[in-house]
């Protein structure tokens, strides 16, 4: 059995009263979620999402991982078990700007609108998770 691990965090900003995350659209899969990527080795997960989602995006981002830490674990593969770890990440730039090999398009949404645009059941739970979280937070 072969493991992967990736960590990435659901970004977000305020825009007008509302709240906002930040989502990717993956050029192989044409799925839209979150910006997320393979640890290297001597990172912690929190300087692999800060990385990966700079990479990704260009966005630059502030963590609390004492705040807020999911994971999802799952078999892409038949011989293959992934961990994805997720934080809720604030935005500290807005400058979108898609990596070209990996991403086709990014994506501010509301919120409460980002479940109807991500296919995958365990993403749709994370952003659920993270409207309550945020919503708890007072942010």
């Known amino acids: 059995m072969n493991y992967e691990k990736s960590c990435g965090a659901i970004?977000?900003?305020k825009h007008y009263g509302n709240t906002e995350i930040l989502l990717i659209k993956h050029i192989k899969s044409g799925y839209w979620?979150?910006?997320k990527g393979h640890m290297e080795d001597g990172e912690s997960e929190t300087e692999?999402?800060?990385?990966?989602?700079?990479?990704?995006?260009?966005?630059?981002?502030?963590i609390d991982d004492s705040s807020f830490r999911e994971t999802v674990v799952f078999n892409?593969?038949?011989?293959?078990?992934?961990?994805v770890v997720y934080f809720v990440a604030r935005a500290t730039s807005f400058d979108c700007v898609p990596q070209e090999e990996e991403i086709s398009?990014?994506?501010w949404v509301e919120i409460?609108?980002?479940?109807?645009?991500?296919?995958?059941?365990?993403?749709?739970?994370?952003?659920?998770?993270?409207?309550?979280?945020?919503a708890m937070s007072k942010i």
Request: charge should be positive.
């Open 11 to 13: 970004v977000y900003r």
């Open 33 to 35: 979620s979150f910006p």
């Open 48 to 62: 692999t999402a800060v990385r990966e989602i700079k990479e990704e995006t260009n966005i630059d981002i502030s």
């Open 76 to 83: 892409p593969r038949r011989d293959t078990r992934k961990e």
């Open 105 to 107: 398009e990014i994506r």
């Open 112 to 134: 409460s609108q980002a479940a109807s645009h991500l296919a995958y059941d365990n993403d749709k739970l994370i952003v659920n998770k993270v409207r309550a979280f945020l």
